[in-house]
């Protein structure tokens, strides 16, 4: 990481890290079923039922993150300031499933169609972006502050069965947060957000608020009352990326909590 100061009130810096996602147990030797199609059924025309199944591989290696970053920050004041950046995040050896050669298993009364999905690295992908920040202090108790990013997705996995969810992530989202000293030791956050569909899994776009009013009641305690995603009743914002699993859907919600310091 650099970082370069070429005044009192601004600052420009670049960074590069690689990180690494090791595979799981399922993805290095596991196997779990997806879908089992009775015969003579769409996409199974012998008249055995066939069985379609993720089965992990010992070659199956770690997926690769390099992230270049740049960005800049502008002081403007003693209560406001800008802060801009861009990235480039590049991935390589991303999870693939590839169609195996079907056997015919007599383990099992019936016998039936084994159809394997072999786990591989052939998946890569790169994500381009831009985020914009600010912050801003109308008074020495209250701070205001926003966040926007826009961001592109180019990625290349496949037929895998999970590339609609790879392929999930939103185009932009956007924040506006509020923190206001009430005085008497009394504090008021407000968040509002915006997070844009994730059309390839089906998601819709949302806007929530999360709202918390603390009270400092001694050094030691504290307690808050916390409001959160008050503007839906519920949401669905993601689901399983690598085997079929139930959705849920994100509640509103509210509840006291209490912070003893001993």
Do not use: C
């Not at 300031?81 to 991303?94: E, G, K």
């Not at 957000?193 to 999360?210: E, F, K, M, Q, W």
């Amino acid at each position: 990481r650099l970082l370069w100061t070429p005044s009192q009130h601004q600052s420009v810096w670049a960074s590069e890290a690689r990180e690494v996602r090791t595979p799981s147990r399922l993805e290095s030797d596991g196997s779990v079923q997806t879908q089992v199609i009775p015969p003579f059924g769409g996409g199974n025309p012998g008249p055995l039922p066939a069985e379609i199944s993720l089965v992990g591989s010992p070659r199956f290696d770690s997926e690769r993150l390099d992230a270049f970053e740049i960005g800049y920050r502008h002081q403007f004041a003693v209560r406001a300031a800008f802060n801009a950046s861009v990235f480039v995040h590049q991935y390589d050896q991303l999870r693939t499933f590839a169609l195996g050669a079907p056997d015919i298993r007599f383990l099992a009364a019936p016998p039936y169609t084994f159809i394997p999905l072999n786990t591989g690295n052939a998946g890569s992908g790169r994500l381009r972006g831009i985020e914009l920040s600010g912050e801003y202090r109308p008074t020495e108790d209250w701070r205001l502050s926003g966040f926007v990013a826009r961001q592109w997705l180019d990625l290349d996995v496949g037929a895998s069965p999970d590339a609609a969810v790879i392929r999930g992530s939103p185009q932009y989202t956007m924040s506006v947060r509020s923190t206001w000293n009430l005085g008497r030791s009394v504090e008021l956050d407000v968040w509002l957000r915006h997070v844009s569909s994730l059309r390839s899994i089906g998601i819709p776009a949302y806007t929530n608020l999360d709202t918390r009013l603390g009270w400092k009641v001694s050094p030691t305690l504290d307690v808050a009352l916390v409001g959160q995603n008050l503007l839906d009743r519920s949401r669905r914002e993601y689901v399983s990326d690598f085997v079929g699993t139930s959705t849920y859907e994100v509640p509103r919600g509210a509840y006291v909590r209490l912070d003893w310091k001993f």
